[in-house]
């Protein structure tokens, strides 16, 4: 049995002049996320419709629900546009739904149908009410919705709209790379940045053999949680081991945290721009660690000539472990595997670093040099539904 989806795009009806070019790519995003199903999207340029069979139903459903860029979704009765065949639906579906009061809300698409909203409306309500003895009209603050939209040859039946994700579609704003640790803020952090259209890449710092292959995995399998909103991600592993032996080693051990983060801004940058990644994105909350304080973020981004983005910067933790337990990471970041900046960590790190001082203190390591060994060193982990787990690993 055909079924059909109704999607309003919320947000986007604010960027007037883009619109076009977002409802393409949200049109686009939802092809490739139903590629295996068999379906016809059909867009206008206020809504969009999905046509179905029933049986994909589940597929469908859960694509649209996991899609940026949908302000809401309906399950939508299609008839043709005569009187008595649109009453006896709106009946039929009434019948079989739980509710008390009700509200109908027609809207004429097609001016050439000669009943105006409002006497339509008063139609529609009063041969429901003739007919299902026990239902009211409450036209403030109905239970049920009843929407019909009249076009020339098909009017569309549906109830109360379902909430869709809201933001961006993925891809309209070009692409960011998020600094992805096994943690429970930079998933989020990455969502947040999907959320804004932003299509992600993602660079993973590892100090194998201080950290273990469990850590890495763990980040593939963020990264996997997270192919549920895009496409798919490219996670660039880059070992840092040499020259995080080498900060331990000759730096101040107060300053070990700020000069290792100092580090992986500037890789991350190198690896941006070869990349094309406008900007970089991260999950620093101002104030969570020494190292995410006003003073040290200062120090620290200072080295980087690109924008940083920190999606999370002013949520408490409690709001982000909420969020990522709505996506579903929060499990997998809670995995107690060590992370590169969780090895080699002072008593006391510095809480209010000075630029000029960690200048001062990157004196006496030929960072450049470690930097560009490193940079070769890197590999990509091309992370997309095709694959397996196992084969990424
Ligand atoms: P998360 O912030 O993801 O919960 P965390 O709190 O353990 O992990 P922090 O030490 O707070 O990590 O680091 C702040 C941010 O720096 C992280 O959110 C992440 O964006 C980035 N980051 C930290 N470690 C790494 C790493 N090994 N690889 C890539 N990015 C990292
Ligand atoms: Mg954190």
Same mark, same amino acid.
């Given at each position: 049995?055909?079924? =059909? =989806?109704?999607?309003?795009?919320?947000?986007?009806?604010?960027?007037?002049?883009?619109?076009?070019?977002?409802?393409?790519?949200?049109?686009?995003?939802?092809?490739?996320?139903?590629?295996?199903?068999?379906?016809?999207?059909?867009?206008?340029?206020?809504?969009?419709?999905?046509?179905?069979?029933?049986?994909?139903?589940?597929?469908?459903?859960?694509?649209?629900?996991?899609?940026?860029?949908?302000?809401?979704?309906?399950?939508?009765?299609?008839?043709?546009?005569?009187?008595?065949?649109?009453?006896?639906?709106?009946?039929?579906?009434?019948?079989?739904?739980?509710?008390?009061?009700?509200?109908?809300?027609?809207?004429?698409?097609?001016?050439?149908?000669?009943?105006?909203?409002?006497?339509?409306?008063?139609?529609?309500?009063?041969?429901?009410?003739?007919?299902?003895?026990?239902?009211?009209?409450?036209?403030?603050?109905?239970?049920?919705?009843?929407?019909?939209?009249?076009?020339?040859?098909?009017?569309?039946?549906?109830?109360?709209?379902?909430?869709?994700?809201?933001?961006?579609?993925?891809?309209?704003?070009?692409?960011g790379l998020v600094m992805l640790?096994?943690?429970?803020?930079s998933?989020?952090a990455s969502?947040?940045a999907?959320?804004?259209?932003?299509?992600i890449?993602a660079?993973?710092?590892?100090?194998?053999?201080?950290?273990?292959?469990?850590?890495?995995?763990?980040? =593939?399998?963020?990264?996997?949680?997270?192919?549920?909103?895009?496409?798919?991600?490219?996670?660039?592993?880059?070992?840092?081991?040499?020259?995080?032996?080498?900060?331990?080693?000759?730096?101040?051990?107060?300053?070990?945290?700020?000069?290792?983060?100092?580090?992986?801004?500037?890789?991350?940058?190198?690896?941006?721009?070869?990349?094309?990644?406008?900007?970089?994105i991260n999950?620093?909350?101002?104030?969570?660690?020494?190292?995410?304080?006003?003073?040290?973020?200062?120090?620290?981004?200072?080295?980087?000539?690109?924008?940083?983005?920190?999606?999370?910067?002013?949520?408490?933790?409690?709001?982000?472990?909420?969020?990522?337990?709505?996506?579903?990471?929060?499990?997998?970041?809670?995995?107690?595997?060590?992370?590169?900046?969780?090895?080699?960590?002072?008593?006391?790190?510095?809480?209010?670093?000075?630029?000029?001082?960690? =200048?001062?203190?990157?004196?006496?390591?030929?960072?450049?040099?470690?930097?560009?060994?490193?940079?070769?060193?890197?590999?990509?982990?091309?992370?997309?539904?095709?694959?397996?787990?196992?084969?990424?690993?």
């Amino acid at each position: 049995m055909e079924k =059909i =989806i109704l999607i309003k795009y919320g947000e986007l009806t604010t960027k007037k002049d883009n619109r076009k070019e977002f409802i393409n790519r949200l049109a686009k995003n939802l092809e490739y996320k139903l590629k295996d199903v068999q379906c016809k999207i059909i867009k206008d340029f206020s809504r969009m419709y999905i046509y179905f069979d029933s049986y994909d139903e589940d597929k469908v459903c859960d694509v649209v629900k996991n899609t940026f860029g949908i302000f809401s979704y309906n399950f939508v009765d299609k008839v043709q546009t005569n009187i008595e065949d649109i009453k006896n639906k709106v009946l039929d579906i009434l019948s079989r739904t739980d509710f008390k009061t009700f509200k109908v809300v027609s809207k004429r698409r097609d001016k050439s149908f000669l009943i105006s909203s409002m006497d339509f409306n008063n139609l529609v309500g009063g041969f429901v009410l003739k007919n299902l003895k026990d239902k009211k009209v409450d036209v403030h603050n109905p239970n049920i919705y009843v929407n019909i939209e009249i076009n020339k040859e098909d009017t569309y039946i549906y109830l109360n709209d379902l909430a869709g994700l809201k933001g961006y579609p993925v891809g309209i704003e070009g692409k960011g790379l998020v600094m992805l640790s096994g943690g429970i803020d930079s998933p989020v952090a990455s969502f947040l940045a999907l959320k804004r259209g932003i299509k992600i890449e993602a660079i993973y710092f590892e100090a194998i053999p201080h950290t273990s292959l469990n850590a890495r995995e763990k980040v =593939i399998s963020l990264a996997k949680k997270l192919l549920k909103y895009t496409d798919n991600i490219k996670l660039y592993v880059v070992p840092i081991t040499s020259l995080q032996e080498e900060i331990y080693k000759k730096c101040d051990s107060n300053y070990i945290i700020t000069i290792l983060r100092r580090m992986m801004y500037r890789i991350a940058s190198l690896v941006a721009k070869e990349n094309d990644d406008l900007i970089l994105i991260n999950g620093e909350s101002i104030g969570q660690v020494a190292s995410q304080t006003l003073n040290s973020i200062v120090a620290i981004e200072s080295v980087c000539n690109m924008p940083v983005i920190r999606p999370v910067c002013c949520m408490d933790k409690l709001e982000i472990i909420d969020l990522a337990k709505k996506i579903d990471t929060y499990d997998i970041s809670i995995l107690p595997y060590e992370d590169c900046c969780t090895v080699f960590v002072p008593k006391h790190p510095v809480i209010n670093p000075k630029e000029d001082r960690c =200048i001062k203190i990157e004196e006496r390591i030929d960072y450049n040099k470690f930097i560009e060994d490193i940079m070769k060193e890197i590999f990509v982990i091309d992370i997309n539904d095709k694959k397996d787990f196992d084969d990424l690993l």
